[in-house]
């Protein structure tokens, strides 16, 4: 090898390293370029089975009508020795005796009608070639001989016969001639027939020969498919174990930042308490002024933190398990009386009216402190967003059978499309300024949401920009028992998380 060549082989082994590595980093590009190639190499088979098969079916149709040249030829061949055998039994009787025997003549008749069909078959074939002895020639000599010889035949005894002798000799003449161009045109198709077969044996060795390419061509296309296969599957159980341990990690991390808020969560409730219980002790002792003003911000900003403290504590709890509920089994038109009666007095509360419709029956299993909790939230939430002084609307009904709905619907500004679907989610504000002026933290509808969850139920949001929301709370409910009885002694005083 000398030193021009070094750089250029040197090219192309560098060009054929980089296309394997590709294939090994790019699966999806060796399968695609074998599915590529499978299909043209399919299309190809295909085109060429079918040019193949047309290629021989013509052949054969050649062979065929070569064969039918062939066998009329023989047969012609055939009824012009027929008709020489016959016209001899005419000729030697009448030299010998001068009559013409009557069987003899009706078998001379027969023969030289098979000769007149045999033409008129052969006129039938497929055209041949034009140099050989065509339908045309034998019947004109046909024709010929017939109108040389016939006028013997037509009575019983020959009164001239050297008339009959010289006739006789021109019509054998005739025949002779006539028998060497049936040869000629059997041996014609003797010779076309045998080019056709072997013709069609050549295409026949020719049509296996590609289709056994194409077969191969098929085969390594499929070994590379394979191949393509075996790399795509290993490439997404590398990448099935990737999203394993991603998620195992996602998941710890969630862990992590659950027990962290927990933690932090439960630590802060000991100092919250000492400060607003400071702040209290300052406000008993008589503080006026600038300071009663600074401690009461106190109390009010720990209690607020309180509650957040109490919300993220129940969320982080949520979290790892669900939450605890205390479960009871009783009526819901109860149950919906109360709730009224304690959503009226939080309207009242916060300046607002409280507008009721609840009409429900059936039997819930459920706890009614955190389901109170829930509806608590959305009241207070649509009591926050509406109008200063606004109606809020509190409506159950027993929509479908299985199912209780619980809404509360505000006045107002409503919840744009983009922000609607965002509003279960932990810490999401739509009107930032307005929720941290109020207190809110983001974080009551996320709970509600968990208690409803819970419940076996779920939570819906409704709403169009300045046209109100309306949040509907769906349970799961049977009809009522006649022995059941609503389970309301001894409930607490719900935690009032606020969004």
């Known amino acids: 090898m000398n030193r021009r060549e070094a750089p250029e082989r040197s090219r192309k082994a560098g060009v054929v390293l980089n296309w394997i590595k590709g294939i090994r980093a790019e699966p999806w590009r060796v399968t695609m370029g074998a599915v590529g190639g499978l299909l043209v190499a399919i299309i190809i088979a295909g085109?060429?089975?079918?040019?193949?098969?047309?290629?021989?079916?013509q052949v054969a149709d050649e062979a065929f009508d070569y064969v039918?040249?062939?066998d009329e030829g023989d047969d012609i061949r055939a009824a012009i020795l027929d008709v020489r055998h016959y016209h001899r039994n005419l000729y030697f009787p009448a030299v010998d005796s001068g009559r013409l025997p009557r069987g003899g003549i009706e078998n001379y008749e027969a023969t030289r009608a098979k000769l007149d069909e045999e033409i008129n078959e052969l006129a039938m074939v497929e055209?041949?070639?034009p140099e050989a002895p065509q339908p045309e020639d034998f019947r004109r000599r046909a024709d010929e001989y017939y109108a040389d010889f016939q006028p013997f035949l037509q009575q019983t005894t020959v009164e001239d016969r050297e008339?009959?002798?010289e006739a006789s000799d021109r019509g054998l003449r005739q025949i002779e001639q006539m028998e060497q161009a049936a040869e000629q045109l059997d041996g014609l198709g003797e010779d076309l027939t045998d080019d056709s077969l072997q013709r069609v044996d050549r295409a026949a060795n020719t049509s296996e020969f590609v289709l056994l390419g194409a077969i191969v061509g098929l085969l390594l296309a499929g070994v590379v498919l394979a191949y393509a296969a075996v790399?795509?599957?290993?490439?997404?159980?590398?990448?099935?174990?990737?999203?394993q341990e991603a998620s195992a990690k996602v998941a710890e991390a969630s862990r992590q930042k659950t027990d962290f808020l927990a933690d932090v969560s439960h630590e802060l409730r000991t100092p919250l308490t000492v400060l607003r219980g400071n702040a209290q002790v300052g406000l008993a002792l008589g503080a006026e002024g600038e300071q009663k003003q600074l401690l009461e911000d106190v109390v009010e900003e720990s209690k607020r933190m309180s509650r957040m403290v109490e919300e993220l504590l129940f969320l982080a709890r949520s979290d790892s398990s669900p939450p605890s509920l205390d479960p009871e089994t009783f009526s819901a038109p109860p149950l919906m009386s109360e709730l009224e009666g304690r959503a009226t007095v939080l309207a009242r509360e916060r300046g607002a009216t409280l507008v009721t419709d609840v009409l429900a029956e059936g039997t819930l299993r459920a706890d009614p402190n955190r389901l109170e909790q829930a509806v608590l939230i959305l009241v207070d939430n649509a009591i926050k967003y509406g109008p200063p002084g606004g109606t809020v609307t509190l409506r159950s009904s027993?929509?479908?059978?299985?199912?209780?709905?619980?809404?509360v619907e505000d006045e107002g500004p409503g919840i744009s499309r983009e922000d609607l679907p965002r509003v279960f989610e932990r810490f999401y504000r739509v009107d930032k300024a307005r929720s941290r002026r109020m207190g809110g933290t983001g974080l009551g509808l996320p709970i509600a949401k968990t208690i409803v969850e819970a419940h076996g139920g779920h939570i819906t949001a409704e709403s169009r920009s300045g046209r109100g929301t309306?949040?509907?709370?769906h349970l799961p409910i049977t009809p009522d028992e006649p022995d059941a009885q609503p389970s309301t002694p001894g409930r607490q005083q719900p935690q009032r998380a606020e969004t």
């Open 470 to 473: 309306r949040m509907s709370i």
């Open 47 to 57: 085109l060429i089975g079918f040019w193949q098969t047309r290629n021989i079916e």
């Open 127 to 129: 055209p041949y070639d």
């Open 68 to 70: 039918e040249l062939e």
């Open 231 to 243: 790399r795509v599957v290993n490439e997404l159980r590398r990448l099935y174990a990737e999203q």
């Open 398 to 407: 027993v929509t479908r059978p299985g199912e209780l709905r619980i809404t």
């Open 163 to 165: 008339a009959f002798e």
